[in-house]
T-cell receptor, first 114, second 112 residues
Framework: NSKVIQTPRYLVKGQGQKAKMRCIPEKGHPVVFWYQQNKNNEFKFLIN????????QIDMTEKRFSAECPSNSPCSLEIQSSEAGDSALYLCASSLSEGQNTLYFGAGTRLSVL | GDSVTQTEGQVTVSESKSLIINCTYSATSIGYPNLFWYVRYPGEGLQLLLK?????QKGSSRGFEATYNKEATSFHLQKASVQESDSAVYYC?????????FGTGTKLQVVP
């Protein structure tokens, strides 16, 4: 069973509000991924880190989204000004390496933007 | 660009019957991606079912099998005899550079 811990499980925000979610990767996994899964079950890759450094991120992430993986603290994903279209399941996963290895997922944070 | 396609959104199969869930991939940025099947059982998180990293090889787990077919760029999931406990959502994935791309999932419902 995966030991990736995501909090909170559910998050409800109004439009324009900040939304922050956290992730503790599996012990010993240096790579962390954030995905957004929308109501159509489409996975959108947002950003990944190796240790504290960003490996890759998409354009959307560079604008309203911010993420970090500080040393000895949970990783976090924050939406600065939530929009209705941000309502989705946000999945954190960790791995031993970039894309080639198995991803270990947390249970996800379900964000609802009213 | 790179993508993973699952054509069936939902499949209903009778218990003890055979199953095939289709998956095709397009990998322009990387020649031969690693291929994965993940599963989400009701009330649980997404977890690996099986993976294959070498073209032509077959992976298996819990009675499921998938063969990496590089000519057809396919990675279909099969099981000879499904059980009710196999009811879940199955996702095909392929690595594309530094991250994995996922299909939209196939919900399997096994009925008595």
């Amino acid at each position: 069973n995966s030991k990736v811990i995501q909090t909170p499980r559910y998050l409800v925000k109004g439009q324009g509000q900040k939304a922050k979610m956290r992730c503790i990767p599996e012990k010993g996994h240096p790579v962390v991924f954030w995905y957004q899964q929308n109501k159509n079950n489409e996975f959108k890759f947002l950003i990944n880190f190796q240790n504290q450094e960003v490996l890759q991120q998409i354009d959307m992430t560079e604008k309203r989204f911010s993420a970090e993986c500080p040393s000895n603290s949970p990783c976090s994903l924050e939406i600065q000004s939530s929009e209705a279209g941000d309502s989705a399941l946000y999945l954190c996963a960790s791995s031993l390496s970039e894309g080639q290895n198995t991803l270990y997922f947390g249970a996800g944070t379900r964000l609802s933007v009213l | 660009g790179d993508s993973v396609t699952q054509t069936e959104g939902q499949v209903t199969v009778s218990e003890s019957k055979s199953l095939i869930i289709n998956c095709t991939y397009s990998a322009t940025s990387i020649g031969y991606p690693n291929l994965f099947w993940y599963v989400r059982y009701p009330g649980e998180g997404l977890q690996l079912l099986l993976k294959v990293i070498t073209a032509g090889q077959k992976g298996s787990s819990r009675g499921f099998e998938a063969t990496y077919n590089k000519e057809a760029t396919s990675f279909h999931l099969q099981k000879a005899s499904v059980q009710e406990s196999d009811s879940a959502v199955y996702y095909c994935a392929a690595n594309s550079g530094t991250y994995q791309r996922f299909g939209t999932g196939t919900k399997l419902q096994v009925v008595p």
